[in-house]
Nanobody
Framework: EVQLVESGGGLVQAGGSLRLSCAIS????????IAWFRQAPGKEREGVAG?????????YYADSVKGRFTISSDNAKITVYLQMNSLRAEDTAVYYCAANRALPGSSYYTNPLGYEYDYWGQGTQVTVSS
């Protein structure tokens, strides 16, 4: 059974930093992608950062977070992190991590942050006070 568990959310002042973690278990594919999404009240879900492993190792960022957020993983690729710096009030949202198989040549790589991921965590709240 695939499980993704997010942690690290909380309340932070504008300009501050947080690091989110996504602990992954039961995911047995060699080629896959993990992404962080967020959803604020009344807004659509937005993909903010992604990372792919296996045939194509790369990172992906939404323009809204480029230069402020960094996605990474531990060496065992069991935990994926989202380091968030220079946080703004508009970064306030529930943050989710998601996972999906990403075979070479698949449509996943056309838009990793817009892909329909199969596996999701329960989310962690990030609140940035201005």
């Amino acid at each position: 059974e695939v499980q993704l568990v997010e942690s690290g959310g909380g309340l932070v002042q504008a300009g501050g930093s947080l690091r989110l973690s996504c602990a992954i278990s039961g995911f047995m594919f060699n080629d896959y992608g993990i992404a962080w999404f967020r959803q604020a009240p009344g807004k659509e879900r937005e993909g903010v950062a992604g990372i792919s492993f296996g045939a194509r190792s790369a990172t992906y960022y939404a323009d809204s977070v480029k230069g402020r957020f960094t996605i990474s993983s531990d060496n065992a690729k069991i935990t994926v992190y989202l380091q968030m710096n220079s946080l703004r009030a508009e970064d306030t949202a529930v943050y989710y991590c998601a996972a999906n198989r990403a075979l070479p040549g698949s449509s996943y790589y056309t838009n990793p942050l817009g892909y329909e991921y199969d596996y999701w965590g329960q989310g962690t709240q990030v609140t940035v006070s201005s």
